[in-house]
């Protein structure tokens, strides 16, 4: 049987996304009819979203109802989700009172890697984990204040079903990236350059190493990004498997439910 590995890749962003919400202390994952959800007890999407969704009315009513409850909520409306038709399942969240907020390009590599790759040393403990994970957290989510990264970080550091990865240079910690492995395909997650490290190959190179150990594996490689970043994903091999569409409900349709 062929694999569509435009739906192995949202299986494979479901099962990271999960893990970083079960990671998340306090949090809880539910799944009820027509999709799954983690619910958390801290205000970031990391732990407040809901997937892997098989949309009717009722189950749009429903993540509305668990959105106005929760107050950050995001809805990751993917390939391989039920009705197939992308704007079907757009406008089931839209009269449910969604607004689309942002999309992502989904992409996938499926080739036989040509780039070197560079060494990258993987975290092999949760001391190693943390300061990886502190480090992405830092790199991402930068203006944030300190307890929302230091929450993230932990979140990252305790799903140790993802492993992180990170390269030095002279000793200093300069670049990091994630990666979720399945039997399907490898998935590239939180991959960050420090500032002013970037613009001299670290990125495409750690990207050539992440597929060169797939491909070892015989497994391609699927990441998201903003649309901004593809041409440079596209630079390196990858193409345009789908889309992921994120939805969230504006604050005057959360107030309009309560009342
Ligand atoms: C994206 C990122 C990892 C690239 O690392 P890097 O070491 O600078 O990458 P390389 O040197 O191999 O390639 C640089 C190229 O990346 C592309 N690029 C990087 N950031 C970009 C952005 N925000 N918009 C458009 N292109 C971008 C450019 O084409 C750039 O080319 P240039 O050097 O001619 O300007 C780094 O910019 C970063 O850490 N960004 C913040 C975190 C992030 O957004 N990660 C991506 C998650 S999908």
Not at 10 to 37: D, M, V, W
Not at 128 to 146: C, D, K, L, N, S
Not at 206 to 216: L, N, R, S
Not at 250 to 258: C, G, K, L, S
């Amino acid at each position: 049987m062929t694999i569509d590995y435009s739906q192995a890749a949202s299986r494979n962003l479901h099962k990271t996304y999960f893990a970083l919400g079960r990671a998340t202390p306090g949090s809880q994952c539910i799944h009820e009819p027509g999709f799954e959800a983690c619910l958390g007890a801290f205000n970031h999407p990391i732990c407040n979203f809901a997937a892997n969704l098989q949309l009717d009315p009722w189950v749009a009513h429903r993540l509305a109802e668990l959105a106005v409850s929760q107050g950050v909520f995001n809805v990751y409306s993917l390939p391989g989700d039920k009705p197939n038709d992308q704007s079907l399942r757009d406008e089931l969240l839209v009269r449910a009172g969604f607004r689309r907020n942002y999309g992502l390009r989904q992409m996938l590599f499926d080739a036989k890697p040509t780039g070197l790759g560079v060494a990258l040393e993987r975290a092999e403990n949760l001391h190693e984990r943390e300061i990886v994970a502190t480090f992405m957290a830092g790199i991402f989510f930068g203006r944030h204040p300190h307890d929302f990264r230091r929450r993230v970080a932990e979140s990252t550091l305790a799903a140790t079903e993802l492993d992180l990865y990170s390269l030095s240079i002279r000793g200093d910690l300069t670049a990091a990236v994630m990666v979720a492995r399945d039997d399907e395909i490898h998935g590239l997650f939180n991959l960050c350059v420090r500032p002013a490290a970037r613009g001299q190959g670290l990125g495409k190179a750690i990207v050539e190493e992440v597929v060169k150990e797939a491909y070892k594996e015989g497994k391609p490689v699927t990441l998201q990004c903003d649309e901004i970043l593809s041409p440079w994903y596209e630079g390196q091999g990858f193409a345009v498997s789908g889309a992921v569409d994120v939805y969230s409900l504006p604050d005057e349709r959360r107030i309009a439910i309560i009342k």
